[in-house]
Nanobody, 123 residues
Framework: QVRLRETGGGSVQAGGSLRLSCAAFGNFACVAWFREAPGKEREGVAGRDEHLRWTYYSDSVRGRFLISRDYSKGTIDLYMPDLKPEDSGMYFC???????????????????WGQGTQVTVSS
């Protein structure tokens, strides 16, 4: 049984940074961070393939965000520097139990979801 719990959201000004953490329990093949803004579809922003050790990023965050795994803490972290107002939204951690990561990170591939944490970036 995979269980996920996100922490680390908050409110920052543009240019600031946040680090989100996902406490992940259980075995999983692919883990990702998604965000959902009002009126927009849920978007996969960063993913990590646990078998191949590859990472994936959406075009909107590539070069800025960093997804990593902290084995000592049992977390999947998302470091978000240089935040922009368009980065605002509810951020979710999600995992799939088996299979390879689809680098486009379609939400339908992920069975296990956390409750989400809010990120608000003001201009």
């Amino acid at each position: 049984q995979v269980r996920l719990r996100e922490t680390g959201g908050g409110s920052v000004q543009a240019g600031g940074s946040l680090r989100l953490s996902c406490a992940a329990f259980g075995n999983f093949a692919c883990v990702a961070w998604f965000r959902e803004a009002p009126g927009k579809e849920r978007e996969g922003v960063a993913g990590r393939d646990e078998h191949l050790r590859w990472t994936y990023y959406s075009d909107s965050v590539r070069g800025r965000f960093l997804i990593s795994r902290d084995y000592s803490k049992g977390t999947i972290d998302l470091y978000m520097p240089d935040l922009k107002p368009e980065d605002s939204g509810m951020y979710f951690c999600a995992a799939q139990s088996d299979g390879d990561c689809n680098r486009s990170l379609p939400p339908g591939d992920f069975v296990h979801w956390g409750q989400g944490t809010q990120v608000t970036v003001s201009s």
